[in-house]
């Protein structure tokens, strides 16, 4: 059974460019949900794709959008990057929406300058 | 809104117990988890607590009670690998998970 991945590991930009992270769900799920989460805090919930639809959002501004493709891959785009976007950015899959438990990838550490 | 609290930091001797408080106060409840992370690294599920009382799984035990929005993670025979951040997770009535900011753990030999 093949868990979460994401790519890429490590990525530096600057203020102002675009970022697109991806994320592969564990085998046999169909839900991917995204968490930002800075240091030293736990992770912030950036909201949730089911069967390639959006299913949930938290408090992020629309420059944070996804999309989720057949094979239930996922992939988190970021406008406008501020430095408050360096964080940590991690990925979670799950068999069905938000009712089953989430498992996590090894994450993106994003740093903006 | 969501508010979950547990302490920042805790440290214990190797083989020793270790407990992690989590309070929450948050719009509805459908469950509890708790996940440990190692630094640098992905978030990994311990447990899952939805009615009251306690679960029990190896060295790992968590409790749950729902009236008074409150769990704890106990850590027995404590190991140095067991060094990570512990995080409190509540689902809520819209199904989202909020997290606690983590407990660091530090196992001294």
């Known amino acids: 059974e093949t868990g979460v991945t994401q790519s890429p590991t490590h990525l530096i930009k600057t203020r102002g460019q675009q970022v697109t992270l991806r994320c592969s769900s564990q085998s046999g799920h169909n839900t991917v949900s995204w968490y930002q989460q800075a240091l030293g805090q736990g992770p912030q919930f950036i909201f949730q794709?089911?069967?390639?639809?959006?299913?949930g959002r938290g408090n992020f501004p629309p420059r944070f959008s996804g999309l989720q493709f057949p094979n239930y891959s996922s992939e988190l785009n970021v406008n406008a990057l501020e430095l408050d976007d360096s964080a940590l950015y991690l990925c979670?899959?799950?068999?069905?929406?938000?009712?089953?438990?989430?498992?996590f990838g090894p994450g993106t550490r994003l740093t903006v300058l | 809104g969501q508010n979950i609290d547990q302490p920042t930091e805790m440290t214990a001797t190797e083989g020793a117990i270790v407990q992690i408080n989590c309070t929450y106060q948050?719009?509805?409840?459908?469950?509890l988890f708790w996940y440990q992370q190692h630094a640098g690294e992905a978030p990994t599920f311990l447990s899952y607590?939805?009615?009251?009382g306690l679960e029990e799984k190896g060295r790992f035990s968590s409790f749950l009670s729902r009236s008074k929005g409150y769990s704890y993670l106990l850590l027995k025979e404590l190991q140095m690998k067991d060094s990570a951040s512990y995080l409190c997770a509540v689902r809520g009535d819209d199904y989202k998970l909020s997290f606690g900011a983590g407990t660091t753990v530090t196992v001294r030999a």
């Open positions: 607590n939805v009615l009251d």
């Open positions: 794709y089911y069967r390639e639809e959006e299913n």
């Open positions: 948050t719009s509805g409840f459908n469950g």
């Open positions: 979670a899959s799950s068999l069905a929406g938000f009712t089953d438990t989430q498992y």
